[in-house]
């Protein structure tokens, strides 16, 4: 037995949260009786359980949890910060969403060439004119010398 006598749960997790340990904190913050926490220390459980889970990689589940703390002004500070949090997740998720699509389609585009046999890049247009072509800057090279 490691620890004899009761544990204090949250300083603890809090503990676990700053080393990384984020599959533990998160145990120990849900075994947080919230119901018997000062409010302020219930919506820092609240808040942090969220930080654990988008830190574990579940950003939607994350963000359902920010937003409700966001819902709570009486939260003050944690609530404004959740709902930044819910934002930048937004944000987020539809960059990673684009890149998707975005990528899928210029695969799907390099597929499809290769199965027409056509080599890549044959059916773009031809390269634009440089806006200075060479020989007038070699004129100009010579004229500043």
Same mark, same amino acid.
Request: hydrophobic share 30%.
């Given at each position: 037995m490691v620890v004899d006598g009761p544990i204090d749960r949250l300083g603890l997790a809090n503990n676990l949260f700053a080393v990384g340990q984020y599959p533990l904190a998160l145990e120990m913050y849900q075994q947080a009786s919230t119901e018997i926490l000062p409010a302020h220390q219930a919506f =820092?459980?609240?808040?942090?359980? !969220?930080?654990?889970?988008? $830190?574990?990689? $579940?950003?939607?589940?994350?963000? @359902?949890?920010?937003?409700? @703390? !966001? #819902?709570?002004?009486?939260?003050? =500070?944690? #609530?404004r910060q959740a709902q =930044? =949090?819910?934002?930048?997740?937004?944000?987020i998720r539809v960059l990673e969403s684009t890149l998707a699509d975005? #990528?899928?389609?210029?695969?799907? !585009?390099?597929?499809?060439?290769s199965e027409a046999g056509t080599p890549p890049h044959e059916n773009s247009s031809p390269p634009a004119e440089p806006i200075h072509p060479p020989e007038k800057e070699s004129q100009h090279d010579a004229n500043a010398q």
């Open positions: =820092w459980v609240e808040y942090q359980t !969220a930080n654990c889970i988008r $830190r574990l990689g $579940r950003p939607g589940e994350a963000s @359902l949890r920010y937003r409700k @703390l !966001a #819902s709570k002004p009486e939260a003050g =500070w944690l #609530s =930044w =949090w819910c934002e930048t997740l937004e944000k975005n #990528s899928i389609d210029r695969h799907r !585009a390099t597929v499809e060439e």
